[in-house]
């Protein structure tokens, strides 16, 4: 796979030329003044200095909320998927490697999600490599990197006047293909100096230990610390809508009269009605447990399953929880 | 010593008090947060770390939340048996006082219980204000200075002051009630409120524009919710084990962001506000997508006020005003054929 | 991001009719609804009435889910203050009620669409004249589109 290079100012050209095939998604400012993904436009001027979006590109593939089938006097029909595929650029390598952690769940393994299946074959990721990680930031802890290009399908890395595209896939080398009048090749000089530019990022995040953290977690199951370090959860849901591996859904029929649809909607583990049964029994029935059985499948259960941490170093759990729980401290505190 | 910094000696002193005679079971108060403008809830148990608790601008939380998950029988009944409720030393600012009286006042806390350690408050920080004034630079510690504005330090190691009026949060800015009116003691000197009409020039300007404006504004507002449920897990008024809006036997909303059933999720939680909600902000300092959660019990909470003179939280021995009625209540709003 | 896509409804036969539902307090407005009937005294069809013991009973989710559901206009009506079954059930509603059509009216909903009245059970002539009113307002309004989800 042969590396290319862009000048910054051909980049609207370059994702106009992709809008060509269907939706693209830049990051742009919103009314807050704060970055997200949005639909490309000439009203929303890309933007490329930023940290991360708020909410995590997981969406695209699992939507809040996603009809899984409409039924009509007896008879089902599933929805079409929109037509075309989408390209995503601007992700960050830590979001891109959280896909690959969906891709456990709802692809590998025994059941494949068709609804996930659909969405994820049409998304195009092309992620933009971090030069200035935040304090939240531990994404070199947990088996990533600000230059990781793992879970994307083009990697760029920002140099000063040009970005650097290293295809990642299959996928992100035919992508790279289409457009290739517009870019260039990159020499072995602007590969090391990406590579440079990356190792200076990787430098800059705080490490966090979590080696062996699944056979330790499984010695510290009924440790009293877990009640300690969960109290001051309010089981408000913004960590797991916001994490980028987190992916549990609840599913409900919306009925009305004779014809009605299967809703999937994303749902949290920390909400108390998570695991209530029909008895009333809560096997889960405070903070503790709930904290608890978070923290194992993330360093835990995902290793022991899946042979991979769901947690891809992000910080947005830590950066946007509203009572200002750390989920490293947690770490510490419970000997993981 | 700046005055934050005072209290805060005073505050551990009184936890370390408390604690060593005993005359609590529980302290909860503030805790450094590992990032800056936060701070965490902390339990102390023992006196030896009370040095854990601090009061700072960043003291945000309302930890009357916790409050009433204290109070509850635990679960298992072998546990309930020996079990009896503890005695809770809480800090309190202004809101969060009015918040305990609202919960005292709906038997979800014991008075005798609780001892409020009031703190008279000058504000506290908006997170997401304060880092979105340092722009791209992220924070890497921040304090208060002697003339009570925000000093941060970022990361090439400058030092950016944050005027204080700028990063206050919303709900600070139209505060009418910075002193806790009911506690066993009162740590700091009392502030100044804002003058009383703060709290109605955004609802008054919302009004002001035509009706199909409203809509869209509000339209607009919520299309950005995605039914994380934070609004309501922080709000201390919100204990229903049960919540309505989650309830399947009947479904009253779906679960998903259909703009319909978010917009019924937040006309619904808000009447539900109605006169007891103490606009403490937890809400909105929740919310991960920054919505404005308070819009609409802003407005109603001075409607409850203009018709039956009620401000919630003032008082233990009012009856809140959905539980009472008068036989000469208002009701030019009657359809009359 | 996917759509909630949803199974097309079929195009309307005829001409639009508001549909307004009315909660009656059993004891004196749903008996006043009845002495209309009983009185032949005419009112538009366009109401779909539904018996509450007391107009207290009624939960504002109730209106809410009623213009979620394509009601174009919601009515309660109850007792008169004073003359309610369960003494006070029509006071306590009062109080509710005007901070709901309120609060529905600060983010922009017509304030027509909710209405709240009361009537007795000897006053089927006032009942009459009331969904009178109600359902002309309705129709000038036009089809309620806000707070309408489609399944």
Known sequence: MTEKRIPVTDLDGLLARFQEKGAVYAPANDEAGDVALAPLARSAPVVLEYRNFRLSPKAFVLPQNQTLLCFKDGRAEEPGLPAGQTVLFGVRPCDARAMLALDKVFLDGDLHDPYYAGLRARTTVIALACTRPMSSCFCTSVGGGPGDGAGAD???????????????????????????????????????????????????????????????????????????????????????????????????????????????????????????????????????????????????????????????????????????????????EVGA | MTASHEIETRLRETAEGFLGAKKVDLFLGYEKASLPFRTTPVFVTAPEEATRLAWNPFCAANLAAYLPRLFKAPADAREAKTWSPPTVAVVVKGCDARSVVALIQEHQVPRDRLVLVGIACRGIVDTRKAERMLGEQEALGAGEDVNGNIRAVVEDGTEVTLRREQVLADACLECRSPTPAIRDLLLGSPGEPREADAARRQPADFESQPLDSRWARFQQMISKCIRCNACRQACPMCYCRDCLLDQTRPRWIGAGTDLSDVAIYHLVRAFHMAGRCTECGA??????????VRLLVRRLNLEVEDLYGYRPGEAIDATPPLSAFAMDDPQEFLTEP | MSPIQSVPEAAPQKAWEPHVVAFLCNWCSYAGADLAGVSRIQYPHNVRIIRVPCSGRINPAFLLRALQNGADAVLVSGCHPGDCHYISGNLAARRKFGLLKNLLGYIGIEPERIQFTWVSASEGGRFAAVIEKVVEQARKLGPNRKLVKSV
């Open chain 1, 154 to 332: 083009v990697l760029a890395v920002p140099m000063d006047a040009d970005l650097l595209l290293m295809p990642q896939t299959p996928r992100g080398e035919a992508l790279l293909s289409s457009v290739a009048d517009l870019l260039h090749d990159a020499g072995p000089s602007a590969v090391k100096e990406a590579q440079e530019r990356i190792h200076a990022a990787e430098e800059q995040v705080a490490p966090v230990k979590v080696e062996d953290c699944a056979p330790r977690l499984r010695a510290a199951y009924n440790s009293p610390l877990w009640e300690a370090v969960s109290r001051r959860c309010l089981g408000c849901g913004t960590c797991s809508f916001l994490c980028p591996t987190c992916h549990c859904f609840d599913i409900t029929d919306e009925v009305r009269g004779r014809h009605g649809r299967r809703v999937r909607t994303w749902d949290c583990c920390a909400y108390p009605l998570f695991t209530l049964h029909a008895s009333g029994h809560n096997p889960r029935p405070t903070p503790k447990e709930r904290w608890r059985q978070r923290i194992m499948h993330k360093f835990r259960y995902a290793v022991e399953n899946f042979d991979r941490l769901f947690c891809v170093g992000c910080g947005r759990c830590i950066r946007h929880c509203p009572a200002g729980m750390d989920l490293r401290t947690v770490l510490k």
């Open chain 2, 283 to 292: 809400c909105v300092r929740a919310c991960p997508m920054g919505i404005d």
